[in-house]
């Protein structure tokens, strides 16, 4: 999904914040339409880590729901508008 090794910051600010690698994946995998069940097999992460993830990201992105936040994600240029399935627009760093 992601490289863990770069960072990656939102092209229009929202606050200080930039994504984690984690949550760089994580909202490739809800872009692609993914549940939360199926992301955490795939990251080898917690059904609940998934949901506190995407709800950190939708608080930032000031996002309501999944679709909003992968939206805003497209309109903030985070998620990339030329690849399936959706990929990161830069690469992120912890």
């Known amino acids: 999904m992601v490289n863990d090794q ?7 600010p929202v606050g200080d914040w930039a994504l984690s690698s984690v949550q760089g994946r994580i909202l ?6 993914f549940s939360s069940g199926r992301l955490s097999r795939e990251l080898h ?18 996002a309501p729901n999944r679709v909003s936040l ?3 994600a497209f309109v903030l240029q985070i998620l990339r508008t ?13």
Do not use: F, N
């Open 6 to 12: 770069h960072r990656c910051e939102v092209s229009q």
């Open 28 to 33: 490739e995998g809800v872009a692609a339409g």
């Open 45 to 62: 992460l917690s059904s609940k880590t998934i949901d506190y993830h995407v709800r950190v990201m939708s608080d930032k992105l000031q």
């Open 70 to 72: 992968v939206s805003r």
């Open 82 to 94: 030329d690849s399936w399935p959706p990929r990161m627009a830069c690469e992120t760093l912890d």
